[in-house]
């Protein structure tokens, strides 16, 4: 009997880019291996983040389609799963489903991004980690309060790579932010910040 | 090598374990949400494993410490490295990026140097197991089960 | 190879006991809950509630939970410091978005509990969507 099938060369697509890249782009490619042509007419996404696109072109038995797929990454970390439903006009392939997974990373990245001391917590030095990704080299980094209450003091645990802030706020009632300084060989400065609170 | 040396080396483990143990004794929440993050146990079982692990890295590295379960201790170990490496090796291949949660809440140090780190304790491990193994005279065997016990 | 066994037992039955106090008596314990909580729940925190709306600002313009706080990623610096200055440790902080399926409370979420931190993060079950049919 003569039918339509798709079958995908990866069920989950991958993407990584850092978060001024703007989109992470990944592709799913499909067979179609039945027997008459196929065609996606919709493809469905969980948010205004996801963006996936076919061409539109009905794809003969034997040969392959697929779909670009984008994915936002302003303002975005982290490890995303964004699920994207396929529509056919095959009656009996009419809807799959893919993943699209993306990492999302920055070139350095700070962990925690709040440090908090709660009321009557003795004000002991707490620390963060400034993480340098693989790959990028680091050429100086600094890190600056502009509150006089917040004392700081950055040392390399391993040079290039990470670093550790110790955080001591001389003070109570503090509210100061953080700016984090690296300069990366072949990027533009982009400074990342963290909050101090001492309630 | 010397059963002193091999003492060494095991007592050296279980400092590890302590230490690992105690660390995240401090804030299993964290920890549980450091366990979640490998996508592998849902949230009841991140918590489950997140409250009762540390203690059994305590147990398991005081009992190497002090030489005492020993034989057990051996087991655990080895059993503990073997499952976080394959835990922590899966994370790359699937695109996850995981602070360890090793020695608590945010500890991250490079995929690599961890599993070839975590990879020689385990070798270690197996082989003082394959020391406690070793065929023994009886009498002997029989002294040490003694003190052992 | 039977007394590692014993020992080995030993070990895991010992390691039982304070685990046990651990999840009782620890002041960091884990919640055993799952991170979803629904609108009944959410509502009956009060006050200690800290809502965080998760979805665009043009959805956040057009209706939000009362007292929410928008935190989106397309804004996500600009908006956390607003979130942090509400936020004490005393509150549970409780994160939606558009409707059951959306994932944007879930994602939020997940960062507020890694970048920032942050302990006793949440995500509403059903989201607005979830808010407004309980109002009705």
Redesign the interface.
């Known amino acids: 009997m003569a039918r339509a099938d798709l079958r995908w060369a990866a069920t989950t697509v991958?993407a990584?880019a850092e978060p001024s890249d703007g989109v992470a782009t990944a592709e799913a490619v499909f067979t179609n291996t039945g027997s008459y042509p196929i065609k996606v007419t919709a493809t469905h996404t969980?948010?205004?983040?996801t963006a996936a696109v076919t061409d539109g072109r009905a794809v003969a038995p034997g040969q392959t389609g697929k779909i670009e797929i984008t994915f936002?990454t302003?303002?975005?970390?982290?490890?995303?799963?964004?699920p994207i439903l396929i529509e056919t006009d095959d009656p009996k392939a009419k809807e799959s489903a893919i993943t699209l997974?993306v990492?999302i990373?920055n070139p350095v990245e700070?962990?925690?991004?709040?440090l908090?001391w709660?009321a009557g917590e003795a004000l002991t030095p707490k620390v963060i980690?400034v993480?340098v990704g693989?790959g990028f080299v680091l050429k100086n980094i600094d890190a600056t309060c502009a509150d006089p209450g917040v004392d700081l003091k950055l040392e390399p645990v391993r040079a290039g790579?990470?670093y550790k802030l110790t955080v001591t706020p001389k003070t109570e009632n503090v509210?100061a932010?953080i700016t984090v300084t690296p300069e990366i060989e072949g990027r533009a400065t982009k400074a990342l910040?963290a909050?101090v609170?001492v309630? | 090598m010397s059963r002193s040396s091999q003492r060494i080396i095991a007592a050296g483990i279980g400092v590890i374990f302590l230490i690992a143990g105690m660390m995240k004794v401090l804030d299993p929440a964290a920890f549980a949400v450091d366990i979640l993050n490998y996508r592998i146990l849902p949230w009841t079982g991140a918590v489950a494993l997140a409250l009762y692990l540390p203690w059994v890295e305590i147990f398991c590295g005081a009992a190497l410490v002090l030489h005492r379960g020993y034989r057990g201790a051996l087991c655990i170990a080895a059993g503990l490295f073997a499952m976080f490496i394959g835990a922590y090796g899966s994370t790359r291949p699937r695109g996850l990026d995981v602070a360890c949660g090793c020695f608590g809440h945010g500890a991250h140090r490079g995929y690599w140097p961890l599993l070839i780190g975590d990879g020689l304790l385990l070798a270690a491990t197996l082989w003082l197991l394959k020391a406690e193994f070793r065929p023994l005279s009886p009498v002997i065997r029989a002294g040490r089960e003694e003190r052992a016990g | 190879m039977s007394l590692a066994i014993r020992q080995c037992l030993t070990i895991l039955l010992l390691a039982v006991i304070p685990a046990i106090g651990t999840g009782v008596w620890h002041p960091k314990r884990p919640s055993w809950q799952s991170d979803e909580v629904t609108v009944a729940v959410a509502r009956s925190w009060g006050a200690s509630a800290l809502w965080v709306d998760a979805r665009a600002d043009a959805d956040f313009e057009n209706g939000h939970i009362p007292g929410a706080l928008p935190l989106n990623e397309e804004r996500w610096d600009d908006l956390l410091p607003g979130v942090v200055d509400a936020w004490d440790p005393g509150r549970k902080i409780v994160v939606y978005c558009s409707s059951l399926s959306c994932q944007t409370s879930r994602d939020v979420a997940r960062r507020l509990r890694e970048e920032v931190s942050l302990p006793n993060v949440f995500v509403l079950q059903g989201g607005w969507e979830a808010w407004e049919a309980a109002q009705k």
């Open positions: 991958y990584a969980s948010c205004g983040c936002k302003l303002g975005r970390r982290g490890l995303y799963e964004e997974r990492l990373r700070l962990l925690p991004t709040l908090f709660q980690r993480t693989d790579a990470v509210k932010t910040t909050h609170r309630i």
